[in-house]
């Protein structure tokens, strides 16, 4: 019998652990599961939520129901909100229901609020996205720089266990050093303690979206938009094997070839590599006890709404 055949993904003990106790690499496991099918109408349901998601990604359950009758399919809240769960799928506006970590892990609190981004690998930032294949759909995780917008690492898997996430962040420290700061959504992948233990031991402090994860993380949401309409949107991919090919060469286009308006037309990896013409403002917009602290617009004189590089750029915070 072969070993990986010992390792059960719905069990207490993490799928990490388990590849670890069995002598078994992750990437094997993995390999062995091939994506969940699903029938033509809940893969049809899924495609238009991912589309409108993508496109308003602050739309809930209940504006996504009108949305899909609109379509021609009246469904229930209940079963987009079924639908939503299985995708990943939650709301950026702030409410009691959105990134709900696991009851039993620590959620730490969010210290980009305020903060100026002015180098390379000060903070790093992570997400998980739905993507839909042709039969069946997978997830996506990625590890990216603020200040550069690169893409520092990226994994596909058909679970989302914690694993793949924590090989992810694995090869960012592997290939790239480390970041002062690494920023994520309070979800159960991020707050597991196999997670944050491998921040606690690089000694990286750990911060977890505050308000709204429209804006808390902010740059990772913009990269879904790009490699979705750029690239899964217009290929199609029929199974996970073609889908990591294909990301493969996308990312490496859009770190080195694709020109960034935030960042003046340069690359993500020539600002990354340079320390220059990249960076944010993280604006809190009230401070003490609700005072409106000044913009970044204030102090650059810079009227609302005028188009500025990645080194003027203001993010809201609140």
């Known amino acids: 019998m072969k070993r990986r055949h010992w390792i059960e993904p719905n069990t207490a003990i993490a799928l990490t652990r388990q590849c670890e106790l069995a002598s078994v690499t992750r990437s094997t496991v993995y390999a062995q599961h091939e994506p969940k099918e699903v029938d033509e109408a809940e893969q049809?349901?899924?495609?238009?939520?991912?589309?409108?998601?993508?496109?308003?990604?602050?739309?809930?359950s209940r504006r996504m129901v009108v949305?899909?009758?609109?379509?021609?399919?009246?469904?229930?809240?209940?079963?987009v909100q079924r639908l939503m769960r299985l995708m990943g799928l939650a709301a950026m506006a702030p409410g009691p229901h959105t990134s709900q970590p696991h009851p039993q892990h620590k959620v730490y609190p969010y210290r980009l609020r305020g903060l100026a981004i002015t180098r390379p690998n000060q903070v790093w930032s992570?997400?998980?996205?739905y993507v839909r294949l042709a039969h069946g759909f997978a997830y996506l995780v990625a590890v990216i720089d603020w200040y550069s917008r690169r893409v520092l690492s990226w994994r596909v898997s058909n679970t989302l266990d914690t694993g793949f996430c924590i090989d992810c962040l694995e090869e960012a420290l592997r290939c790239d050093g480390k970041p002062e700061i690494f920023n994520s959504d309070p979800g159960a992948?991020?707050?597991?303690?196999?997670?944050?233990d491998v921040l606690k031991r690089e000694g990286i402090r750990i911060s977890m979206d505050g308000r709204g994860r429209a804006l808390d993380n902010i740059f990772v949401e913009r990269l879904w938009r790009s490699v979705k309409h750029e690239d899964i949107y217009l290929k199609g991919y029929d199974a996970l094997g073609e889908l990591t090919l294909g990301l493969t060469d996308y990312f490496m286009f859009y770190n080195a070839e694709r020109p960034h308006q935030s960042l003046a037309y340069q690359t993500p990896d020539r600002v990354y590599r340079t320390g220059h013409g990249g960076g944010a403002k993280i604006v809190d917009k009230f401070s003490g006890e609700g005072d409106q602290a000044e913009t970044h617009e204030a102090e650059t004189h810079e009227a609302p709404g005028q188009r500025r590089t990645a080194v003027g750029e203001t993010v809201s915070a609140a």
């Open 44 to 60: 049809r349901l899924c495609r238009l939520l991912d589309e409108e998601y993508t496109r308003h990604p602050f739309y809930g």
């Open 189 to 196: 992948q991020f707050t597991s303690t196999a997670f944050t």
């Open 126 to 129: 992570t997400d998980i996205t």
């Open 67 to 79: 949305f899909l009758k609109g379509e021609g399919h009246p469904v229930n809240r209940k079963r």
